[in-house]
């Protein structure tokens, strides 16, 4: 029998209420990479979040069984003044321009290891691409990880170029993907 998490949407109002709890997600999923590397620390990813938070039209599902998290997606809309900073590959300039609704950053996608292979992820993405009023969503997959950019390829995101955000993040396959 297969349990399908309940899904609820936040908005950045109701960041306080579950933070932790996305931390706490996060804390276990990047528990290896975290102790190796600074960018991916605890306090690096709350930092992250927050100012992900203070992004426009901020929105999170999130996901849990019996009331334990499962996982969550998040993002924000980017606003006509973005500016593509950190991409390595040209793109063309219509691809980049920006509008105050025609971009979804969508920032993380993440679920315990016990919920991976179960759809919980594609759940908690498509939901959240619901609730949205924006034309595309945008995401990063570390080049690191060909399976991840598989899976949102099947998902119907595109390849769009290379970018570095941080200059101590790792590199990403930046992916476009319509909203519908």
């Known amino acids: 029998m297969t349990v399908t998490p309940t899904i609820s949407y936040h908005t950045v109002e109701g960041l306080p209420v579950i933070e932790q709890r996305l931390v706490d997600v996060y804390t276990e999923v990047y528990a ?4 190796t590397d600074p960018f991916f620390s605890v306090e690096r990813f709350t930092e992250r979040l927050r100012a992900h938070a203070r992004g426009p039209r901020w929105g999170c ?3 849990e ?7 969550y ?7 006509a003044a973005y500016r593509w900073n950190g991409l390595i590959t040209p793109a063309p300039t219509e691809m980049l321009e920006e509008t105050d609704n025609r971009t979804f950053a969508l920032c993380e996608v993440m679920v315990r290891a016990n919920w991976r292979g179960t759809g919980a992820a594609h759940t908690l993405h498509e939901e ?3 609730q ?3 034309a595309r969503s945008h995401l990063l997959v570390e080049e690191e990880h060909p399976k991840v950019r598989a899976l949102y390829e099947r998902w119907g995101y595109t390849w769009m170029g290379t970018m570095q955000p941080y200059p101590d993040s790792p590199r ?3 992916m476009l993907r319509p909203i519908a």
């Not at 290896?32 to 102790?35: G, K, M, Y």
């Not at 069984?65 to 996982?71: P, Y």
């Not at 997606?73 to 606003?79: C, I, K, L, Q, S």
């Open 65 to 71: 069984v019996d009331g334990h998290t499962v996982g």
């Open 128 to 130: 959240l691409l619901s």
């Open 73 to 79: 997606a998040y993002g924000f809309a980017r606003t």
């Open 61 to 63: 599902t999130l996901g």
């Open 132 to 134: 949205r009023t924006e």
């Open 32 to 35: 290896v990479e975290a102790a």
């Open 172 to 174: 990403y396959d930046s």
